[in-house]
């Protein structure tokens, strides 16, 4: 889990030298991790994996609430490295975020050191490499904030918190899938699907009978949704990617891309072992992998069938996410109850629509969003933005409502948003495939989904009072979903699809949320040891 060391004295020099606020009333946590290339078999087959301190998936990060993470990174890779955090909202802090529009990607051979602030958070998430279709080598791994002691969490305290990190797979290592995607084409159908790094019976959780456990379950995969299930057992649903939600049973969940889930599960079955089942979603055919769940006192093995699950029903989906709701009563990261922020009563400030799509641009596949297919810079827009570098974005190349037509163009597309705006997004997918959105540093309302087209008619079905508050999204096939969100969060964040194939080849953007006050209260400075790149080469980042 790597060495982790809790204290706050004799950490001003430091911190000052990193360039980041110091305050003494929240932990620091300090971890090292060494980045390297290992053999792995997770299919059964030899690969080059990525490595964290020698483990795949990566070492776990635990952290209370308002706590601060010191991660550093030692890149001992052939090729340059970033780690991005998601869901983590790097509260005033975008030059933490660890993607290439934020951040330099760390050299071969060299350090950068992370100093993040898990600010007004609780919940279930995930880090993962962001550059280079390394995603697809390993390098992700679990991220869990509690709550302060003396927070009140809505359910006794469970006997264990296991973390699964499921997904889809490829034999093929990540510089073939790069080529593969660079040359035009979309990716094959997986191979497999992998729970916490393992193929069939491959990972074993082990309980006491009659005691409760928490499941957080996050799908880490590249292409595919999923459904998690555990034979002869119920789930009982408690949080959502940092909001606790109502207690409503389920046998089964779906999780779509980049989607993080928390789940209560009673051993309160004949003493033996069952089946943890994940299979794919909305795939012909449907991939299907195990893990056991093992009755510390049994001695029998796993039996009977494999329980089945949904497989291409999209409905039966819709109508699951719709019953995710806000529990108001509870509190989140603060005392104060979830419901007391009554987001369906703030007016929202505009709309803006995206709608992803496929287009083939200089005879090559691409991705899309509003006509636009995103390609980096030569610099990252933050950097750029903060040295004031011209030629390397232009505020308002990302249409804010779709282009129709054939006229799909290549750019380093950024939208423009002010700081405290309340805006309604609304993702538009006329694709067949299911989407799944993220936005980096805000967590948003899901307030409509539905079928067709939107319209404004389509706001009298909102949920207005208790849907979730969460960081990533689905659409389902020719469907729309609504979202309402505070851009509360100085800084450049990326929006992008959770499908890494789409991502890759430009169906993401920037939102540069914007506050004239250049103030340390919206957001904090450059730090000191930011890596420079680019045209920004050369350049000094400040003094103290």
């Known amino acids: 889990m790597g060495d982790y060391r809790v204290f706050c004295a004799s950490l001003v020099v430091f911190l000052l030298f ?91 051979g060299k350090n950068f050191t992370y100093a993040l602030q898990v600010k007004d958070q609780i919940g279930s998430f995930f880090y993962f490499p962001s550059l280079g279709f390394h995603k697809a080598a390993g390098a992700f791994g ?21 973390t699964v990190l499921a997904g889809d797979w490829y034999k093929r290592n990540h510089y073939q899938l790069r080529r ?30 009659g005691k409760t456990y928490r499941f957080r379950i996050s799908n880490v995969g590249l292409t595919t949704s999923i ?93 699951q996410a719709r019953s995710f709701r806000w529990n108001l009563t509870a509190s ?11 987001y369906g009563l703030i007016k929202t400030s505009r709309t803006i629509t995206l709608a992803n799509s496929g287009p083939i641009i200089n005879r090559k596949q691409r991705y899309a969003v509003n006509g636009v297919s995103y390609i980096p810079a030569d610099t990252p827009l933050k950097i750029a933005d903060y040295f004031n570098i011209p030629g390397v974005f232009s505020l308002g190349s990302m249409p804010s409502s779709p282009s129709w037509g054939n006229n799909a163009y290549l750019q380093t597309a950024v939208m423009s948003a002010n700081f405290r705006e309340f805006i309604e997004i609304v993702f538009q997918n006329w694709e067949d495939t299911v ?3 993220h936005i980096d540093g805000h967590s948003f309302f899901v307030v409509g989904m539905d079928g067709g087209q939107w319209t404004p008619a389509s706001r009298a079905r909102y949920n207005l009072r208790d849907t979730v508050a969460r960081c990533t999204t689905q659409v389902y096939p020719k469907s729309w979903t609504a979202i309402y969100m505070a851009l509360d969060n100085v800084g450049m964040w990326n929006i992008r699809s959770e499908n890494w194939a789409r991502q890759y080849l430009g169906q993401q953007f920037y939102l540069r949320v914007y506050s004239p006050a250049h103030s340390w209260r919206d957001e904090l400075p450059i730090p000191k040891n930011a890596l420079l790149c680019g045209r920004a080469r050369g350049r000094h980042t400040r003094p103290f």
């Open 227 to 319: 459904n998690f299930r555990i034979q002869g057992h119920k789930m009982k649903l408690v949080e959502v990617e940092g909001s606790h939600t109502l207690q409503n049973t389920y046998s089964d969940l779906d999780i779509h891309l980049g989607q993080s889930y928390s789940v209560l599960v009673t051993a309160d079955q004949p003493a033996k072992d069952y089946y943890i089942v994940v299979s794919s979603r909305f795939t012909k055919p449907v991939l299907t992998t195990t893990a056991i769940l093992h009755y510390s006192n049994s001695w029998q093995g796993v039996s009977g069938p494999i329980p089945g699950g949904p497989t291409t029903q999209i409905d039966w989906s819709l109508n």
């Open 332 to 342: 989140g990261p603060r005392p104060n109850p979830q419901g007391s922020y009554h």
């Open 180 to 209: 593969i995607l660079d040359g035009g084409h979309n990716l094959p159908f997986p191979d497999g699907l992998l729970i916490n790094g393992r193929g069939w019976n491959g990972y074993t959780f082990t309980v006491d009978p």
């Open 435 to 437: 989407q799944s959105w």
């Open 142 to 162: 679990g991220i869990r904030i509690w709550s302060r002691p003396r927070i009140p969490v809505p359910f006794p305290p469970p006997a264990g918190d296991f």
């Open 18 to 108: 990193l360039g980041n606020g110091v305050n003494c009333e929240d932990p620091y946590r300090f971890i090292t991790w060494k980045i390297t290339y290992g053999d792995i078999y997770p299919l059964g087959v030899k690969q080059q994996g990525i490595l964290i301190n020698g483990q795949f998936p990566g070492p776990q990060i635990d952290a209370v609430t308002n706590e601060n993470l010191i991660i550093s990174v030692y890149n001992y890779l052939r090729e340059p490295f970033l780690i991005s955090w998601n869901g983590i909202q790097q509260r005033r802090n975008s030059w933490q975020d660890g993607v290439y529009g934020t951040n330099c990607p760390i050299p071969p």
